[in-house]
């Protein structure tokens, strides 16, 4: 199957008639073969940025849009063969699930037989043999999921293009489908675009993540870089949990109101700093020597694990996560323990 | 007890109410195949008023059915891009349009056909033809065929599917025919039952724009009201019932199918 091209932006943004800029400048280059997540909260310009890379939305007059190094930018959509899944996923009522998927196919009018071969390609690579001759209304929502996915994939796009393809799914559901369309991926090995607001598939999914926010880039990293590195405190905080310290700085340690956090690898001057700290990264322990202390407020039992609050350790509630066979209960005074380089100092 | 007095209540009124408007018709219907209506029933029955009627009105009942079909066919050819226009790219031009359209609605028949007639009464080809009475049927039945299908496309993601058939390949032609057109089939279909009842019953306009040579089924029916005796103007009236009935039973149908499929969703 073939691996998809290379994408490049430059200097892509979106204005809308009303003035709103939806997307400012923006550069991005994805490898052939790589899956890039957008990333962010609704508004943030994902979508609008994915839209232009279908051609579904003009930029503004400047952008440059490759792929494979040409120039797609005043291309019409139905001329770029991209796949696209949308959430909704935009199958067509009228047609059964295998003319849904022959669709692409019967406008490039490939020869029946192909066609044919094809669909039974697609309809087994995502498992839905037996919904070939179903109407689209006779479907649940995973299986529509399947049969959108299914059509986008059989012109052999050069790129594939999902824009928040899980979100009408229910959790459970939404989970299985992750999987499976990660393997997917993996299997083709196409160049995919993929737009979404939840964390987990971003994580799940992606080689590199784009964060965004307000029509700009705020980090673009490998899920682990984008969780452990963040760039900013709107990345710390969007992706995943993430408590924020704020104190002053001085001799090498964070003074917080309830003690003091060493941090051996920061060395520039002092002053008042903000540092990410991820809940899985505290350790309780006793009292006695500890140099950071806390009182906990409340505990909720999460099955797995258990979730802590700590106040009295930093200016804000402190989230804790504590091994679900600890019997700590609220009221108990904890000493904190944390590995200085799980201390992650964000920039203003 | 009570209940059952107050179904029963409901119910003859229902049927007084019916019978009201239904008598009258069956009555001019029955009187089509009298012998002789000052004699009643008891002069016998015949099928001769409607023999004569087809001698000397066949042209009439060809003619109006020649136009609605003409009618439907231009309404179908600006209606559904206009209706599909509407909604998806609704705009301050667009909201004119939909109330300049169904300004003739409000003003009497027989105004518009004036205007009409002042305006193209000197194109005396075009004035002769049947052509200038689809004109004016088109004017008054455009409206129905574009409310029908712009409230099909405005209850379905229309712009969605369409840029699902243009990722995959299809042009402007080609999404409009395999995606929009099948999407908006019910809204076409119920426009389409409308436009040609409408055609076929329409008097006012039509009255003021045919000539003695472009007599269609209603004119027909007044003049043999005006000229002829009654049992051949109600044998006419019978003719004219066996061809709108089924219409107007297909529009029910057809209003039925298009509800049910948008519950079901």
Redesign the interface.
């Known amino acids: 199957m073939s691996s998809g091209i290379r994408l490049e932006l430059n200097g892509i943004a979106k204005t809308f008639p009303d003035g709103t800029q939806a997307l400012k400048p923006t550069a991005l280059d994805v490898a052939q073969g790589e899956t890039v997540v957008f990333l962010g909260p609704s508004g943030c310009g994902k979508t609008t940025c994915l839209r232009i890379i279908?051609?579904?939305e003009q930029p503004d007059p400047g952008g440059r849009l490759l792929f494979d190094g040409q120039d797609m930018t005043g291309v019409?959509?139905?001329?770029r063969?991209?796949?696209?899944v949308?959430q909704?996923?935009?199958?067509?009522?009228?047609m059964t699930v295998s003319e849904n998927i022959g669709?692409?196919l019967k406008?490039?009018k490939v020869p029946p037989a192909d066609k044919a071969r094809r669909i039974a390609e697609m309809l087994a690579l995502c498992g839905i043999e037996a919904l070939a001759e179903r109407r689209i209304?006779q479907l649940s929502g995973g299986q529509r999921q399947r049969v959108a996915l299914a059509?986008?994939v059989a012109?052999r796009p050069r790129i594939l293009?999902l824009d928040e393809p899980l979100t009408a799914l229910d959790a459970a559901l939404r989970e299985r489908l992750r999987t499976e369309l990660d393997q997917l991926l993996r299997a083709l090995g196409i160049t995919t675009v993929y737009v979404t607001h939840d964390q987990s598939e971003a994580m799940g999914l992606g080689d590199r993540i784009v964060v965004m926010k307000q029509g700009s880039i705020a980090q673009i990293g490998t899920p682990r870089e984008v969780y452990f590195e963040p760039a900013s405190r709107f990345v710390a905080e969007f992706i995943g949990a993430a408590n924020v310290l704020e104190g002053e700085l001085s001799d090498g340690a964070l003074v917080l109101p309830g003690g003091r956090l060493s941090m051996p690898q920061v060395t520039i001057g002092a002053g008042r700093v903000s540092v990410m700290l991820r809940p899985e990264a505290v350790q309780l322990c006793a009292t006695d020597g500890a140099s950071w202390q806390g009182h906990v407020q409340s505990i909720s039992f999460l099955g797995d694990r258990q979730r802590a609050t700590i106040t009295g350790a930093a200016d804000q509630p402190l989230i804790v996560e504590v091994p679900n066979l600890s019997s700590l209960k609220a009221g108990d005074r904890v000493g904190l323990l944390v590995d200085p380089a799980a201390l992650r100092l964000l920039p203003d | 007890m009570a209940n059952r007095l107050a179904f029963s209540l409901a119910l003859s009124l229902t049927v007084l109410t019916a019978a009201f408007l239904a008598v009258p018709a069956l009555m001019s219907m029955l009187a089509g195949v009298t012998q002789v209506y000052a004699r009643g029933i008891s002069s016998g029955l015949t099928t001769d008023w409607i023999v004569e009627v087809w001698r000397l009105y066949s042209d009439t009942i060809w003619r109006s059915i020649a136009i609605a079909l003409m009618t439907l066919a231009v309404t179908l050819l600006i209606g559904v891009p206009l209706a599909y226009t509407f909604v998806v790219r609704p705009s301050a031009l667009t909201r004119a349009i939909n109330e300049l359209m169904t300004l003739p609605l409000a003003v009497p028949g027989l105004a518009v056909a004036l205007a009409m007639l002042q305006l193209y009464g000197g194109f005396s080809e075009f004035r002769r033809s049947s052509l200038f009475i689809v004109a004016g049927h088109v004017i008054f039945t455009l409206p129905f065929m574009v409310r029908a299908v712009a409230a099909t496309l405005a209850a379905i993601d229309i712009r969605t599917l369409e840029e699902g058939a243009a990722s995959l390949g299809a042009g402007p032609l080609r999404r409009f025919l395999d995606v929009v057109v099948p999407a908006a089939m019910p809204g076409i279909l119920a426009g389409a039952l409308m436009v040609v009842t409408l055609s076929i019953g329409e008097f006012n306009l039509t009255w003021m724009l045919h000539t003695p040579l472009t007599k269609t089924l209603p004119v027909g029916l007044a003049d043999s009201y005006a000229s002829m005796r009654l049992e051949i103007a109600s044998a006419y009236t019978l003719v004219f019932f066996i061809m709108i009935v089924p219409l107007l039973i297909a529009m029910q149908l057809a209003a039925r199918a298009t509800s049910r499929k948008a519950t079901s969703r």
């Open positions: 279908a051609g579904l019409e959509i139905e001329h063969n991209v796949g696209m949308f909704s996923y935009a199958l067509f009522p009228n669709y692409g406008i490039r209304d059509r986008a012109i293009l």
